[in-house]
């Protein structure tokens, strides 16, 4: 079993829609990443948290502490919002680990 | 500022031949990471610095593959001799300060085939 699992692993939607990806970690971590990877292959940083929430125009994130779970939410969904989410669970300072990705695909 | 800076974008080299990737980090950035991704394995951390003294190799597949890091602005990804299953995208990164409450920014990968 993966240490950070994440689904859907691909998700299709029509423009306007409420969009959720959902992430899962079995370890202990000092922070979780979500970050966003375009075609073409560049990854950017969305959100780091260690807990509660977190809002960025569009996008939410969430984390439960407790429960090792956190969300992305994307509001009013766009085509240009297609790209490959992926979650990370930082264990300590530095160390990265990442979940598989999920690719989301927002039809006009 | 420019962001992190990796060169080559892509690289095509025959098996056997030695590879040399480039990253230069955010300026002030004190910490820097090398991370390759595969369809089948995702994105994994071969080896960060802190300081440009090498922290975590353990991601290193084998002795193949070499990071240096020989001051704050430059570091390199070598691979000698490489293989068909080095092809990958390789992402460098770094990120300000030695604490997990700092983002990390990435550059735009340099896109690895070996035939």
């Known amino acids: 079993k993966n240490e950070v699992e994440q689904s859907p692993q691909n998700l299709t939607a029509q423009e306007g829609e409420f969009i959720t990806i959902n992430c899962s970690y079995s370890v202990g971590i000092s922070a979780l990443h979500w970050l966003q990877q375009h075609p073409g292959g560049g990854i950017v940083s969305l959100f780091m948290?260690?807990?509660g929430k977190k809002k960025h125009g569009r996008l939410i994130a969430t984390i439960n502490i407790q429960e090792k779970h956190s969300s992305l939410h994307i509001t009013a969904s766009h085509p240009r919002d297609s790209a490959v989410y992926i979650c990370?669970?930082?264990?300590?300072?530095?160390?990265?680990?990442f979940g598989q990705g999920t690719r989301l695909t927002i039809n006009p | 500022d420019a962001g992190v800076i990796q060169s080559p974008r892509h690289e095509v080299t025959e098996m056997g031949q030695e590879v040399t990737l480039r990253c230069k980090p955010i300026s002030g950035h004190n910490s820097l990471f090398w991370y390759r991704q595969t369809m089948m394995r995702g994105l994994e951390l071969l080896i960060y610095f802190n300081n440009n003294v090498p922290i975590d190799d353990s991601g290193m597949p084998e002795d193949r593959f070499s990071a240096k890091m020989p001051n704050a602005s430059f570091s390199t990804l070598k691979i000698q001799p490489s293989e068909p299953r080095d092809s990958a995208v390789y992402f460098c990164?770094?990120?300000?300060?030695?604490?997990?409450?700092?983002?990390?920014?990435f550059g735009e990968g340099s896109w690895l085939t070996v035939v």
């Open positions: 990164a770094s990120r300000p300060q030695s604490r997990s409450g700092n983002t990390i920014y």
């Open positions: 990370a669970v930082a264990q300590g300072a530095q160390k990265l680990v």
């Open positions: 948290l260690s807990s």
